[in-house]
């Protein structure tokens, strides 16, 4: 097939949806499909995938929004595809893979409160761009079917929009087990433990983001500092890109500075994976983490939120825990106190790799291409 693959940015080095569309590019020319990149960014693509770069403004924020869209729209018209698949929000397109999760949802948890939410609307009509293209895309004008990475965000589809249930698919994500595996771990662990300063009774709780904010790296400091003398081996391991100096001066107020570890951005992620002891993600939205599904690979045990569509496959007490209310500290502090129990902690690690087995990005794509071929009987009938 010849398929066309759209998103912001094509890396390795930036977030869990960025990684996934060089995953996914990469599987797909690896089995013989023409493979067409639209983006503004590329890294880490193999030779065989075609880019196309898209030319987007900076600013404002909404004519940004508009202007990719414009501009993916433009550019993929251009040529003709068996397949169009969006990773982003623009149209018209043929699948739209709703990686970003539903913008109408995240409004909600981010502005519970209505008036507030709208003059949000008004003061930065970026949001409306982005109600306005998801609502093109889901009312199934300019697209035929959705693509889902957890049935969490399948059900925001179905409740905000009405989107019939036989146009999405549920595609979890895979993970690629020959670099995320507790063996390859173990390797490393020593060595970049000793480059983080922790010493072998330490606890480090890894967090993996690029919005500290939204993934509740601010609740999750509070939750270590609520433990007080019984979380006084946790240390917490930041790896992404953020602005440190907010969550410096928590951690130091918190008595924490000296057990907050900011990495930055790195394209070696599975070091930090070798470093930590527990992934924490008490994140308030997110469609289905997939540094969640990496850590579980690695042999790491989760706690993260229910409103994180990656706690589908946790079973509490067994693989992690789950957090009901991204914003309860004190929740979260139990969470991560029933972590504490370093033999408890290895089971639970165990157990999470064997529910990571087969989650492999074989099965996405297969899966992903199952979509495919349906989408292109559909339009050559």
Same mark, same amino acid.
């Given at each position: 097939?010849?398929?066309?693959?759209?998103?912001?940015?094509?890396?390795?080095s930036?977030?869990? !949806?960025?990684? /996934?569309?060089?995953?996914?590019?990469?599987?797909?020319?690896?089995?013989?499909?023409?493979?067409?990149?639209?983006?503004?960014? /590329?890294?880490?693509? &193999?030779?065989?995938?075609?880019?196309?770069?898209?030319?987007?403004?900076?600013?404002?924020?909404?004519?940004?929004? /508009?202007?990719?869209?414009?501009?993916?729209?433009?550019?993929?018209?251009?040529?003709?595809?068996d397949?169009?698949?969006?990773?982003?929000?623009?149209?018209?397109?043929?699948?739209?893979?709703?990686?970003?999760?539903?913008?109408?949802?995240?409004?909600r948890?981010?502005?519970? /409160?209505?008036?507030?939410?709208?003059?949000?609307?008004?003061?930065?009509?970026?949001?409306?761009?982005?109600?306005?293209?998801?609502?093109?895309?889901?009312?199934?004008?300019d697209?035929?079917?959705?693509?889902?990475?957890?049935?969490?965000?399948?059900?925001?589809?179905?409740?905000?929009?009405?989107?019939?249930?036989?146009?999405?698919?549920?595609?979890?994500?895979?993970?690629n087990?020959?670099?995320?595996?507790?063996?390859?771990m173990?390797?490393?662990?020593?060595?970049?433990?000793?480059? !983080?300063?922790?010493?072998?009774?330490?606890?480090?709780?890894?967090?993996?983001?690029?919005?500290?904010?939204?993934?509740?790296?601010?609740?999750?400091?509070?939750?270590?500092?609520?433990?007080?003398?019984?979380?006084?081996?946790?240390h917490?391991?930041?790896?992404?890109?953020?602005?440190?100096?907010?969550?410096?001066?928590?951690?130091?107020?918190?008595?924490?500075?000296?057990? !907050?570890?900011?990495?930055?951005?790195?394209?070696?992620?599975?070091?930090?994976?070798?470093?930590?002891?527990?992934?924490?993600? &008490?994140?308030?939205?997110?469609?289905?983490?997939?540094?969640?599904?990496?850590?579980?690979?690695?042999?790491?045990?989760?706690?993260?939120?229910?409103?994180?569509?990656?706690?589908?496959?946790?079973?509490?007490?067994?693989?992690?825990?789950?957090?009901?209310?991204?914003?309860?500290?004190?929740?979260?502090a139990?969470?991560?106190?029933?972590?504490?129990?370093?033999?408890?902690?290895?089971?639970?690690?165990?157990?999470?790799?064997?529910?990571?087995?087969?989650?492999?990005?074989?099965?996405?794509?297969?899966?992903?291409?199952?979509?495919?071929?349906?989408v292109?009987?559909?339009?050559?009938?």
């Amino acid at each position: 097939m010849k398929i066309a693959l759209v998103n912001h940015s094509f890396s390795l080095s930036h977030g869990g !949806l960025e990684r /996934f569309s060089v995953n996914l590019a990469t599987a797909l020319h690896a089995e013989g499909h023409e493979v067409h990149a639209f983006a503004q960014r /590329f890294a880490d693509l &193999p030779a065989g995938v075609i880019e196309h770069r898209l030319e987007v403004p900076r600013k404002p924020s909404f004519w940004r929004i /508009f202007g990719f869209h414009r501009s993916a729209a433009r550019a993929v018209q251009a040529h003709a595809f068996d397949v169009v698949y969006g990773l982003a929000r623009f149209a018209p397109l043929d699948v739209y893979r709703m990686g970003d999760g539903v913008q109408k949802h995240w409004m909600r948890i981010r502005y519970p /409160f209505t008036p507030w939410r709208w003059l949000n609307y008004l003061i930065n009509p970026a949001h409306l761009c982005n109600l306005y293209l998801e609502r093109r895309i889901l009312s199934g004008r300019d697209c035929r079917r959705i693509v889902t990475n957890s049935r969490l965000c399948g059900d925001h589809a179905q409740r905000y929009y009405g989107v019939p249930a036989e146009r999405i698919d549920v595609v979890y994500n895979g993970v690629n087990h020959q670099t995320f595996n507790p063996e390859s771990m173990a390797e490393l662990r020593s060595e970049v433990r000793r480059e !983080l300063g922790l010493k072998d009774d330490d606890l480090a709780l890894l967090h993996i983001s690029n919005n500290w904010p939204r993934k509740g790296l601010g609740v999750l400091l509070q939750a270590v500092a609520q433990l007080g003398i019984q979380g006084r081996h946790l240390h917490v391991l930041v790896v992404g890109r953020g602005r440190p100096a907010p969550f410096r001066k928590l951690a130091a107020r918190l008595g924490l500075a000296d057990r !907050l570890h900011l990495v930055g951005e790195t394209t070696q992620v599975q070091r930090y994976y070798a470093a930590g002891d527990l992934m924490v993600l &008490p994140t308030l939205y997110d469609p289905f983490s997939n540094v969640c599904l990496e850590a579980m690979a690695c042999g790491m045990a989760v706690v993260t939120t229910a409103e994180n569509g990656a706690s589908e496959l946790i079973c509490p007490g067994e693989n992690g825990y789950i957090q009901k209310n991204p914003r309860d500290v004190r929740e979260l502090a139990d969470c991560l106190g029933q972590c504490l129990n370093r033999d408890a902690l290895a089971s639970m690690g165990a157990s999470a790799r064997t529910t990571a087995l087969p989650f492999t990005r074989e099965k996405n794509m297969r899966q992903t291409l199952a979509v495919f071929s349906r989408v292109l009987r559909e339009k050559q009938s």
